[in-house]
């Protein structure tokens, strides 16, 4: 037998102090936590989602007749399609993270219960990475269109 258990040999050990107790319980409740932690985040960036695309709508006055004068401009109208895409894409991978999903592992299997959790938090930290780059650069688009707006307006 190659490991230490089986070799004989004799390791000393201290006994765990109350901080090192402590940290390791913390440690451990922040890795059952992060999937609570995951769906929060992504409830928040699907308020921002919602609430910009409203902004970004308002700003391209899409009820408005005549429509306002800097819409002739290409660049306005494109990162105002790019932005709304953008959001939307945000939005929907943001869902993906909060959405049930099912998850099998036997409840008196602990190696097969990890595995299944690891599995669940790598999937909503993809999910949740992506709708936050995907809303960063809806909320880029949307700077560009009212920067872009205020120069034509001007």
């Not at 953008?86 to 929907?92: D, N, W």
């Not at 780059?133 to 307006?153: E, Y």
Request: charge should be positive; proline fraction near 4%.
């Amino acid at each position: 037998m190659s490991d230490a258990a089986g070799s004989g040999k004799i390791f000393s050990a201290t006994p765990e102090t109350t901080e090192d107790k402590a940290l390791r319980e913390w440690w451990a409740a922040q890795a059952l936590g992060s999937l609570d932690n995951l769906e929060t985040a992504a409830r928040q960036i699907i308020t921002l989602c919602t609430t910009l695309l409203g902004s970004l709508l308002a700003v391209l006055a899409l009820a408005e007749d005549p429509l306002p004068a800097y819409l002739a401009a290409r660049a306005v109208r494109l990162a105002g399609g790019a932005g709304v895409l953008l959001l939307l894409g945000g939005l929907a991978a943001a869902l993906v993270v909060v959405w049930p999903r099912r998850y099998a592992a036997a409840p008196d299997l602990p190696a097969q219960q990890r595995q299944a959790f690891t599995a669940m938090r790598q999937f909503k930290a993809r999910a949740l990475t992506a709708s936050l780059a995907l809303f960063g650069l809806g909320l880029a688009a949307l700077a560009l269109v009212l920067l872009l707006a205020l120069r034509l307006a001007a």
